[in-house]
């Protein structure tokens, strides 16, 4: 299907899906501005795609229209970020719980191994490798509690706090405690311990928030 500006709607949504991760893992920064030719060039598409794709996600509220500035990557402001931090905590607290009683030993293995390699990215001083980890562990352990439209809730909030994520390690005491969260939630989890679960998962959100919020805009 092609649409009125000419470019075909596979390509607008697979241009749309590429910007969305690339938000949600931090690849753009609080308050940077997005330019349609090189964001385009960064993708290996034409501008038309990538334009239609930063409207949709402006219209999400993932990014902002600027008169005169074009589309940005929102500041959070403290109030902001509080209610989304609380949120993100009851959400993902309640995916995990759910999911802890449903992962199977394949699956608990492939969150230890997870666990081992943001350790190891920590160690090496590879946000990227820690935040790939991280979302990864994430995910897998979420997508287990058996709700799309629990993890579809998640995933939005994930989109709005994927900017400010990438200033985690801005904070360089940050890389010795981010790990400690996921340790104790293995821990729970090999005892099946829904609940231990859950604190585990509301302590790694609450501890990264409390360096994040330093990043945030006065409102």
Same mark, same amino acid.
């Given at each position: ?21 690339? =938000? ?7 308050? /940077?501005? %997005?330019?349609?030719?090189? #964001? ?30 074009? #589309? ?19 959400? /993902?607290? /309640?995916?995990? /719980? ?23 990215? %920590? ?29 579809? %809730? ?5 989109? @709005? ?41 509301? @302590?790694? =959100?609450? #501890?990264?928030?409390?360096? %994040? ?7």
């Amino acid at each position: 299907m092609v649409n009125p500006l000419g470019t075909s709607t596979t390509q607008q949504d697979a241009a749309y899906a590429t910007l969305r991760q690339w =938000i949600t893992v931090g690849k753009f920064l609080p308050g /940077e501005r %997005l330019k349609i030719r090189n #964001v385009a060039a960064d993708m290996g598409v034409g501008q038309m795609p990538v334009r239609a794709a930063l409207q949709r996600l402006a219209a999400e509220g993932a990014l902002v229209n600027i008169p005169n500035a074009g #589309v940005t990557v929102p500041r959070l402001s403290f109030h902001e970020f509080d209610d989304l931090l609380q949120m993100r905590m009851l959400l /993902e607290g /309640e995916a995990a /719980e759910r999911g802890c009683l449903r992962l199977d030993a394949v699956q608990i293995g492939a969150l230890a191994a997870l666990c081992d390699r943001m350790g190891q990215a %920590l160690s090496a001083k590879d946000a990227t490798g820690y935040l790939a980890a991280n979302e990864d562990f994430h995910v897998l352990l979420y997508r287990a509690a058996g709700s799309p439209l629990l993890f579809g %809730l998640i995933d939005t909030l994930w989109l @709005k706090a994927g900017p400010i994520s990438n200033q985690l390690f801005d904070s360089p005491e940050a890389s010795r405690v981010l790990n400690d969260a996921h340790t104790d939630l293995m821990r729970a989890l090999e005892r099946r311990d829904s609940a231990g679960v859950r604190s585990a998962v509301e @302590k790694d =959100i609450f #501890v990264a928030g409390q360096f %994040l919020r330093r990043r945030c805009k006065r409102a």
